[in-house]
């Protein structure tokens, strides 16, 4: 789809300041306005446009390179979250509530995460090792 079949560009760039997923601009665009839109569109829009990128890189908190089939793990999907935490992003309130108590849960259990890319699950929360894992994940 052309960019100029666009109909409201503020609008669209409002949905991008209040964090909208591509998936629901496509699905409101096609409500709004019976037009069928693809993920790409967006992107293009943002690059176009300048906007700031979707995710948040943090090589703190993901300092791996994620093969493929581990880029939807839920720990990841929870650290990304961390990530745009830590760079003063807004989370919405189920993204806070998910993360506040995944963090609770690894501080009580003594553990972070690991990430070993040679696994199916690919990402693990494995014992804190003391005076070395100071942060989510265990250092290398």
């Known amino acids: ?52 990128r979707r995710i948040t890189r943090d090589h703190h908190v993901i300092p791996w390179p994620v093969r493929e089939e581990h880029r939807w793990n839920y720990i990841l999907a929870l650290l990304r979250m961390e990530a745009r935490r830590r760079a003063g992003a807004t989370l919405s309130d189920a993204d806070a509530g998910r993360l506040e108590r995944f963090r609770v849960q690894l501080a009580e259990s003594g553990l972070v995460v690991h990430y070993d890319a040679e696994t199916a699950e690919g990402f693990h929360c494995v014992p804190r090792r003391p005076g070395i894992d100071q942060d989510l994940i265990r250092e290398r």
């Open 1 to 52: 789809m052309p960019a100029t079949n666009i109909q409201d560009e503020a609008e669209v760039i409002r949905w991008f300041e209040e964090g909208r997923t591509y998936a629901w601009m496509s699905q409101e665009y096609e409500r709004k306005y019976n037009i069928e839109t693809v993920p790409s569109l967006w992107g293009s829009f943002r690059r176009r446009k300048g906007l700031a």
